[in-house]
């Protein structure tokens, strides 16, 4: 048995979901004639308040599409330090939408209100335009640290006053409403844009959605085919989506029930030197000097357990769908044995 806890998109479609993937009815995208994929995209509008949405395959796609949409050539991003559509997403920013991007220094991905001020170019011809905020809702290299409601909304005053637009990437954004109670309707109606990914946390195979008014939503629609982006049958994929939403979001609770006791567990193992306080799915340690994470990780798979890095001596777990408690105890186990 191989437990692979390098990321939640590793999961496989339960058999309920893949009878209604076999059981979708399908048209071509391209030319807006696939009916679960039109009904994925109302659904996931109206989860959140907005006007419309479309249908993506990854969140990279949707936070680029996103940015192309909400700022011109010479304007700014402003995002944390350690944001995805930063750090993971190969410079797309630069290369999509000839934007540079100013990054805050965030606590674990959390930025406040008085520093997005502080990072707003005044009008100056040697400074780019500011003219988009992004927010990452869980902070994936904050190790899945939520993001306050009170703080969202009043960034989204800052650039609503301010003349910016402002972004979710919320990759994790079902975790964060999991874990703090709030609604995806309290969410949405802090964003101009927001991306929901559909393979992480909801255990979908494949996809991410992005919503907002129907103007921005056409033009993204415009953005996707340039980029390759336009899919033909695709409701067979939109009814997995579909299926996670209906069916998928409370049962998150038990990834955070286990990455807790991950965490509990981690403490008390002498090559960890410090566990980042778990919020959600995600647990990020950090080992003993004397231990590589590169040694760490190879000693793992050795035992079964696939695993990854976030930088020197950090390691990363991400519980998931496909994560039992089977497989926490036998982890549990390696840990306690692990000769490292």
């Not at 940015?67 to 944001?83: Q, R, S, W």
């Not at 255990?203 to 129907?214: K, R, W």
């Not at 979001?249 to 960890?272: M, N, P, S």
């Not at 990780?297 to 976030?310: F, R, V």
């Amino acid at each position: 048995m191989i437990i692979d806890l390098r990321s939640d998109t590793l999961t496989k479609p339960t058999p309920q979901m893949l009878e209604a993937m076999m059981s979708a009815q399908v048209g071509d995208d391209v030319y807006g004639e696939d009916p679960t994929v039109k009904a994925l995209e109302a659904k996931a509008a109206a989860l959140f308040d907005k006007e419309a949405a479309l249908f993506c395959t990854s969140g990279t796609m949707t936070n680029q599409i996103a940015i192309k949409c909400f700022t011109n050539p010479l304007e700014e991003v402003i995002c944390d330090e350690g944001a995805h559509v930063y750090y993971y997403e190969g410079g797309g920013i630069a290369f999509n939408s000839a934007a540079s991007t100013r990054t805050i220094q965030g606590e674990r991905g959390i930025f406040t209100a008085k520093q997005v001020l502080a990072n707003i170019n005044k009008t100056d011809i040697h400074q780019p335009k500011s003219s988009l905020v992004v927010i990452e809702n869980t902070a994936n290299r904050g190790g899945g640290k939520c993001w306050e409601l009170s703080e969202m909304q009043t960034i989204a005053e800052v650039c609503k006053e301010k003349g910016l637009h402002l972004h979710l990437d919320g990759a994790r954004v079902f975790n964060a409403i999991v874990a703090k109670g709030y609604s995806a309707k309290d969410i949405g109606s802090c964003f101009d844009g927001i991306s929901i990914c559909l393979s992480k946390g909801l255990g979908a195979p494949v996809g991410s959605v992005l919503l907002g008014t129907q103007s921005f939503i056409e033009k993204a629609r415009r953005i996707r085919k340039v980029m390759g982006g336009g899919w033909r049958q695709a409701g067979y994929l939109a009814a997995a989506g579909i299926y996670a939403l209906d069916n998928h979001i409370e049962r998150i609770a038990e990834d955070h029930r286990r990455a807790k006791e991950l965490e509990k567990y981690l403490t008390g193992c002498d090559f960890v030197q410090s566990v980042m306080p778990v919020e959600t799915n995600i647990v990020i340690f950090e080992l003993k000097h004397e231990i590589s994470e590169t040694t760490f990780i190879e000693k793992m798979k050795e035992n079964g357990i696939l695993c990854a890095s976030t930088g020197k001596q950090h390691i990363r777990f991400v519980t998931h769908l496909d994560f039992t408690e089977a497989m926490l105890q036998k982890l549990e186990y390696t840990l306690n044995f692990l000769d490292v």
